[in-house]
């Protein structure tokens, strides 16, 4: 399975053990635009959608957890959740300096 997380979207994709693909879902998640030039989005939503999305991949299989083998993710590696200054369920901005690890 690949996860692949989007600037605008969350992705998962289903492979077969010859690596065709066997199932895809996606889904669109909020953009916010605090400011001209600036995009926030919802971490909490993110995360949903990530879910979300990977189960929707299998059930579109018929498989459940136990039949992947592996799990590959893609991010976006600009965006950080600053929960210092942000609450994490308010936004996560690009280029953020402060990383939150719960």
Do not use: C
């Not at 990530?50 to 189960?55: D, G, K, L, M």
Request: charged residues 20%; glycine residues 4%.
């Amino acid at each position: 399975m690949a996860l692949d997380q989007g600037i605008t979207s969350s992705r998962a994709v289903v492979f077969d053990h010859n690596g065709s693909i066997i199932s895809m879902a996606s889904k669109e998640f909020k953009q916010i635009y605090p400011k001209p030039g600036w995009v926030e989005h919802n971490p909490t939503e993110i995360y949903s959608s990530q879910i979300e999305i990977a189960r929707d991949a299998l059930s579109k299989a018929n498989l459940t957890a136990v039949d992947i083998a592996s799990i590959g993710i893609t991010n976006q590696r600009e965006t950080q959740v600053d929960n210092v200054n942000i609450p994490p369920d308010q936004g996560a901005m690009p280029e953020t300096v402060n990383l939150y690890i719960p």
